[in-house]
């Protein structure tokens, strides 16, 4: 840990103060101004597709402004979007919150590189740990998160309005944090390809799939259960305030074991590391399906977000082996499209199952991702020494 990691790691605080804040009241919003039920998740929906549609123009801006300038521009959408999503649920304008949302992606999609850009901070031995303690920053958003939702949905007339301008100095916050951290210049290789191989080249590497599979896959079913959360608590006649409790329980699963998950795999390796998450995702489900007490929701989104450490930052780890230097950019927008885009699909489809086919329903829709997860680490398992091993002879 070094200053400029520590401050990284507070500005990725205050980016999952925002992401546990909307992940809150977003479907609650939405169930709440949306025409029909089933559109309830809609701007959480539109928040990651927002990720996904922004992340090759983040990739451009990344390139042409550098880190600190990419970072503190995504910060300034990050606060008009929130103004524009408080004025759209005073006026109970769903079609509003939905685009402010949808803008918002792109602050979703720039921040969504703080992991990558914590391996430049510090010498490549330790990207690991590195990639850990900036996700370990997360802890500030499970605490921060689901109370300040809880604390300000009635601050204005319209329920939750102002959480949305509490999170604009939460934004104000992050860009002056930011504006302390230098980050080396990003590489930029010479001839006729500046920036490295093409993605399709990239694409066709082994690693470079499983690893993007696994990310996304893992982000995909933690998504589809956590959004539809609060919903699923709503209609067990679960109170708000027990809500935000199983969210920060929830949240500190998915970052807390970031003091330990990159010491883990720099001893064990990625692949066992990601093979026990998929293991914990299985455990996630067994309670879910068990009962819908408080101590149900409790227990499965604690061990689904421990589960998606394992799995996320396993996954991003092995990710950095996939590109040369000077093909991050392009190789970190491939992958971040890829979540983003299958957040979206598990955003919208957790509306609809939990509002038509309920809470079971969603818990065994997450097994068939979760083997596919499973089937992608057996392979690369399976073909990674076979290909290793004529390097080394």
Not at 73 to 84: E, R
Not at 155 to 167: D, I, M, R
């Amino acid at each position: 840990m070094n200053i400029q990691l520590l401050l990284l790691t507070i500005c990725q605080g205050l980016f999952l103060t925002n992401n546990i804040t909307f992940i809150a009241i977003n479907g609650l919003v939405g169930l709440a101004l949306a025409p029909v039920a089933w559109m309830a998740t809609l701007p959480i929906c539109a928040y990651v597709a927002g990720g996904a549609l922004f992340a090759p123009l983040v990739a451009r801006h990344q390139r042409a402004l550098g880190r600190q300038r990419a970072f503190q521009l995504g910060i300034v959408v990050a606060m008009l979007t929130c103004a524009l999503a408080a004025w759209a649920v005073s006026e109970r304008q769903f079609w509003w919150v939905v685009i402010a949302t949808l803008l918002a992606g792109y602050f979703n999609a720039t921040a969504g590189l703080y992991r990558f850009a914590a391996t430049e901070l510090v010498p490549p031995s330790h990207k690991e740990r590195a990639i850990s303690w900036v996700l370990a920053g997360g802890i500030l958003g499970a605490v921060i998160g689901p109370n300040l939702a809880n604390a300000s949905r009635g601050l204005l007339t319209q329920p939750f309005a102002g959480a949305y301008l509490v999170l604009i100095g939460v934004a104000l916050l992050s860009l002056a944090v930011m504006s302390f951290i230098r980050f080396p210049p990003l590489p930029v290789a010479s001839g006729a390809t500046p920036h490295g191989r093409p993605l399709r080249e990239l694409a066709r590497q082994p690693i470079f799939i499983v690893a993007i599979a696994a990310c996304a896959l893992g982000y995909g079913v933690m998504n589809l259960l956590m959004a539809a959360t609060p919903i699923a608590m709503a209609q067990c006649a679960l109170p708000f305030d027990k809500t935000a409790l199983v969210l920060e329980w929830h949240v500190l699963g998915m970052f807390v074991p970031s003091f330990f998950t990159g010491s883990l795999i720099k001893r064990f390796g990625a692949l066992p590391v990601m093979a026990v998450g998929v293991g914990l995702n299985l455990i996630c489900v067994v309670i879910a399906l068990s009962g819908v007490e408080l101590m149900h929701f409790l227990a499965a989104l604690l061990v689904l977000g421990v589960g998606w450490n394992f799995l996320f930052i396993g996954g991003t780890t092995l990710f950095t082996q996939a590109y040369r230097p000077e093909e991050k950019t392009t190789a970190q927008a491939a992958m971040d499209v890829c979540i983003y885009s299958t957040m979206t699909v598990t955003s919208f489809s957790s509306g609809a199952l939990v509002t038509t086919g309920g809470w079971s329903w969603m818990n065994w829709a997450s097994l068939l991702p979760l083997g596919l997860t499973a089937a992608a680490l057996l392979w690369l398992s399976r073909i990674e020494p076979r290909r290793r091993a004529p390097a080394q002879a």
